[in-house]
């Protein structure tokens, strides 16, 4: 029996005291093959000619057969009940209590939550994340794509506003998607007032259809995975009132 009702994803993390520094990752599975993506990460982020002591909890994929350690990199497995002795775990504590669902963003003057959507050519929705308003429109689309886990092999071109341009967004696209191509829609130096862009107005008219639902039209909702739900539940309605549609 398996639970669909949420996404789960799981976060890597690592940290070194000493130069201030961490490493993490996001991945949809928590097994020995995740476990290894991470220690790559790791072992690419440690100082030239240094060597890691690496501490890791008891969890079957830290002491798996199949485990591949980097040469720069020595495990320290700890005591079982012994949390407290990892330094990684004062991180997650922080997270724990620390975590937000609404920031402000200085330049649109927004507060609440910001949603970002991929959608495809007919407007319709692929993904969709919710994230606190002061997270900047590059970092949430590159948090969006990084969702994806290899969906959707078929994009080759993504289109994004003026907003997402500049070679960090590019960049990260590419080392997330190789294949889709990014083509930056923007406005016009000389356009006065409201103008229609090509294939950027897909995107805008989805928000205007999500807004529509009674529920989206403000920031209502105190928590992110509600606000999340509601999108979903939006576009399921819309695209089933697509489906029923007679000639």
Known sequence: MCDTRYEWAYLFGAVCPERAVGVGIVMPYANTKAMNKHLQEIGKAVAPGAHAALVLDGAGWHDSADLVMPDNITPMVLPPYSPELNPVENIWEYLRKNKRS???????????????????TLGLLLRVIVHPADIQDRDGGILLLSTLFGLFPFLKKL?????????????????????????????????????????????????????????????????????????????????????????
């Open 102 to 120: 609404a920031g402000y963003d200085a330049g649109k003057k927004v507060k609440g939550k910001k949603r970002h959507i991929l959608v495809d």
């Open 159 to 247: 289109f994004a506003d003026g907003g997402y341009q500049g070679p960090q967004f590019e960049q990260a696209v590419t080392k997330i998607l190789p294949e889709p191509h990014v083509e930056i829609v923007k406005r016009s130096d000389q356009a006065k007032g409201f103008k229609i862009l090509p294939k950027r107005w897909v995107v805008e008219r989805t928000f205007a259809w999500l807004s529509r639902c009674r529920r989206l039209a403000k920031d209502f909702e105190n928590l992110t995975r509600i606000a999340l739900a509601f999108v979903k539940l939006a576009s399921i309605r819309f695209m089933l009132r697509r489906l029923c549609q007679t000639a």
